[in-house]
């Protein structure tokens, strides 16, 4: 049996986790200035939710997705990501009635890649979806929004970069138009590419082989091909960006993964994780309601990668907080010290009782818990309703090295240090 957990899955602890706790904290309080509410979809969903929506040359659906039978042979899927499950839950649970529906998720994808520093195959996005606003400023609002997250954390090496997939008709003809240029090329496109040529040759403009890039630099430009109504709602979308004043760049390569983006595509893109370079991106859906078997809805929303701005986060501070070590001297306190640690507890405090060895040993014991505080009584001190109050680390906490409190004021001297 092996003691390892799955390749490309981690146990996460310590800071990492901490990071990431503090990154969903400061977005989930940031989104409620924009009225999002909190959504929890189950990680396991039948695999047609996915299949259907992601597009079947989509890597994801091709290549990478945990697909298993479950005991009564029904397909089953580990979510690779979060906008599928959160349009079936908003149908699944009649939420269409109610527009717009803003939702904010975050937790644990599954995706079969490759691992490496920054990709897993199981790893963690925290994303957003806007339903049922079909105006061009639920897009700015949306990218705002992770604009205003991603600042607010520290977060400052990202750039995003921006573009329009167009309408349905206009991609369309754009498609026609590509596989023609593309069919010219059609033996030096890398394998992949060949076979996206006719199914998805939108897919090629993002390929990461250098061969289709050089290839990809002299496409029909889309812009050639956008109906006035696409071009009309992307001006709309770069005037509200504008006067929000938020940064970005225009990139007619961006094209997304997945089928199911239409008019706004975007990404949040950093150069400081080496080809991991993608932190989030996002899209607008509208046809993807409907798609499921829903209302014909529109939606834009986005997904950004969890262990991705962990490791960009700046150093983050903790605030200064006391962590008290109980420290009774004898074997007959135990009990007082038991007593004692739970009300700290009761009242707000970190702390920690600590009963054997010598007090040399206990006291370093209490600093490796990253105590700054002990509180140590022998029956002395217990007969003089005192207690001692001593400083372990010189960190933070402004106080004497030690001082005697009577019992009765330990909670409010306390309080007094922090
Ligand atoms: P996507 O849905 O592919 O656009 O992913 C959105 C974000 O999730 C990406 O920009 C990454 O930050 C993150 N992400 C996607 N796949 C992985 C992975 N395998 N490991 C770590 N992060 C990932």
Redesign the pocket.
């Given at each position: 049996m092996s003691l390892q957990p799955v390749r490309g899955m981690r146990d996460l602890l310590g800071e990492e986790l901490d990071r990431q706790k503090h990154i969903v904290k400061t977005a989930e309080e940031i989104a409620t200035l924009y009225n999002y509410e909190s959504i929890e979809t189950p990680i396991v969903e039948y695999t047609s939710v996915f299949k259907r929506t992601l597009g079947e040359t989509s890597d994801?659906v091709g290549k990478e997705m945990y697909t298993f039978s479950d005991r009564n042979n029904e397909s089953m899927t580990l979510r690779p990501?979060g906008t599928a499950s959160v349009i079936r839950a908003i149908i699944s649970e009649k939420l269409t009635q109610t527009l717009p529906q803003k939702r904010i998720y975050s937790g644990p994808?599954f995706?079969y890649?490759r691992p490496q520093k920054?990709?897993?195959?199981q790893?963690y996005?925290l994303g957003v979806e806007y339903l049922g606003q079909d105006s061009p400023f639920a897009d700015v609002e949306c990218i705002a929004l992770a604009d205003h997250i991603l600042k607010t954390l520290g977060i400052v090496d990202y750039k995003i970069n921006l573009n329009t997939l167009g309408d349905m008709e206009s991609r369309q003809s754009y498609k026609g138009a590509l596989i023609k240029y593309f069919s010219k090329y059609e033996n030096d496109l890398s394998e992949d590419s060949q076979s996206r040529l006719h199914r998805n040759p939108l897919r090629i403009l993002d390929s990461k082989d250098e061969n289709d890039q050089k290839i990809s630099a002299n496409t029909p430009k889309f812009e050639a091909y956008l109906s006035s109504e696409s071009k009309a709602f992307f001006e709309t979308v770069l005037n509200g960006l504008n006067i929000l004043k938020i940064d970005f760049e225009l990139n007619p390569h961006l094209v997304?993964?997945?089928d199911y983006y239409c008019h706004t595509a975007f990404?949040?893109k950093t150069t400081s994780l080496g080809a991991?370079d993608?932190?989030?991106?996002?899209g607008r859906y509208d046809g993807l309601m409907q798609q499921m078997g829903g209302p014909s809805i529109p939606g834009v929303g986005w997904?950004?990668?969890l262990?991705?701005?962990a490791l960009l986060l700046p150093e983050f501070q903790t605030k200064p907080s006391l962590r008290i070590a109980v420290i009774p001297i004898g074997d007959e306190l135990e009990l007082e010290a038991i007593r004692l640690t739970q009300e700290l507890r009761l009242k707000g405090f970190t702390s920690e009782i600590f009963l054997k060895g010598n007090l040399g040993k206990r006291f370093r014991q209490a600093d490796k818990a990253l105590c700054n505080i002990a509180v140590v009584f022998g029956s002395d001190e217990l007969a003089q309703k005192k207690v001692k109050v001593r400083k372990l680390q010189s960190v933070e906490i402004e106080t004497n090295k030690e001082t005697f409190v009577d019992s009765s004021q330990l909670i409010s001297h306390l309080s007094s240090l922090i």
């Amino acid at each position: 049996m092996s003691l390892q957990p799955v390749r490309g899955m981690r146990d996460l602890l310590g800071e990492e986790l901490d990071r990431q706790k503090h990154i969903v904290k400061t977005a989930e309080e940031i989104a409620t200035l924009y009225n999002y509410e909190s959504i929890e979809t189950p990680i396991v969903e039948y695999t047609s939710v996915f299949k259907r929506t992601l597009g079947e040359t989509s890597d994801i659906v091709g290549k990478e997705m945990y697909t298993f039978s479950d005991r009564n042979n029904e397909s089953m899927t580990l979510r690779p990501e979060g906008t599928a499950s959160v349009i079936r839950a908003i149908i699944s649970e009649k939420l269409t009635q109610t527009l717009p529906q803003k939702r904010i998720y975050s937790g644990p994808m599954f995706r079969y890649e490759r691992p490496q520093k920054g990709r897993y195959r199981q790893f963690y996005q925290l994303g957003v979806e806007y339903l049922g606003q079909d105006s061009p400023f639920a897009d700015v609002e949306c990218i705002a929004l992770a604009d205003h997250i991603l600042k607010t954390l520290g977060i400052v090496d990202y750039k995003i970069n921006l573009n329009t997939l167009g309408d349905m008709e206009s991609r369309q003809s754009y498609k026609g138009a590509l596989i023609k240029y593309f069919s010219k090329y059609e033996n030096d496109l890398s394998e992949d590419s060949q076979s996206r040529l006719h199914r998805n040759p939108l897919r090629i403009l993002d390929s990461k082989d250098e061969n289709d890039q050089k290839i990809s630099a002299n496409t029909p430009k889309f812009e050639a091909y956008l109906s006035s109504e696409s071009k009309a709602f992307f001006e709309t979308v770069l005037n509200g960006l504008n006067i929000l004043k938020i940064d970005f760049e225009l990139n007619p390569h961006l094209v997304r993964g997945l089928d199911y983006y239409c008019h706004t595509a975007f990404e949040f893109k950093t150069t400081s994780l080496g080809a991991q370079d993608a932190l989030g991106g996002g899209g607008r859906y509208d046809g993807l309601m409907q798609q499921m078997g829903g209302p014909s809805i529109p939606g834009v929303g986005w997904a950004v990668g969890l262990d991705r701005l962990a490791l960009l986060l700046p150093e983050f501070q903790t605030k200064p907080s006391l962590r008290i070590a109980v420290i009774p001297i004898g074997d007959e306190l135990e009990l007082e010290a038991i007593r004692l640690t739970q009300e700290l507890r009761l009242k707000g405090f970190t702390s920690e009782i600590f009963l054997k060895g010598n007090l040399g040993k206990r006291f370093r014991q209490a600093d490796k818990a990253l105590c700054n505080i002990a509180v140590v009584f022998g029956s002395d001190e217990l007969a003089q309703k005192k207690v001692k109050v001593r400083k372990l680390q010189s960190v933070e906490i402004e106080t004497n090295k030690e001082t005697f409190v009577d019992s009765s004021q330990l909670i409010s001297h306390l309080s007094s240090l922090i």
